[in-house]
Nanobody
Framework: QVVLVESGGGSAQAGDSLRLSCAASGSMLSGYAMGWFRQAPGKERELVDGISRNGDIYYGNAGKGRFTISRDNAKNTVDLQMNSLEPDDTAVYYC????????????????WGQGTQVTVSS
């Protein structure tokens, strides 16, 4: 069982940066591919960025190159650096873990955090 807890969300102005963090407990993350997803009201959950067990990054369309995922297996954390925020980035952001290889389908992830709200105003 992996418990994921996100932090770092909040309110921002367009152009600002935020850094989200996901802390895991219950198991070491080294065997898991990790992903940051987001879901805006009325929209489906979408991949922002993913990172494989060995650190290879998959840039999802949602991040559009402005967001970068990173992981620290020693600290059991996964972060999302978000730069040049736009109002369309407003959503609940979720951290997720999948045992084994990275995928982009959220339905294939095994564990999810409770989410953290990011609100970007113009």
């Amino acid at each position: 069982q992996v418990v994921l807890v996100e932090s770092g969300g909040g309110s921002a102005q367009a152009g600002d940066s935020l850094r989200l963090s996901c802390a895991a407990s219950g198991s070491m993350l080294s065997g898991y591919a990790m992903g940051w997803f987001r879901q805006a009201p009325g929209k489906e959950r979408e991949l922002v960025d993913g990172i494989s067990r060995n650190g290879d990054i998959y840039y999802g369309n949602a991040g559009k190159g402005r967001f970068t995922i990173s992981r620290d297996n020693a600290k059991n954390t996964v972060d999302l650096q978000m730069n040049s925020l736009e109002p369309d980035d407003t959503a609940v952001y979720y951290c997720a873990a999948k045992w084994g290889t990275i995928v982009i389908d959220p339905n294939l992830f095994d564990y999810w955090g409770q989410g953290t709200q990011v609100t970007v105003s113009s």
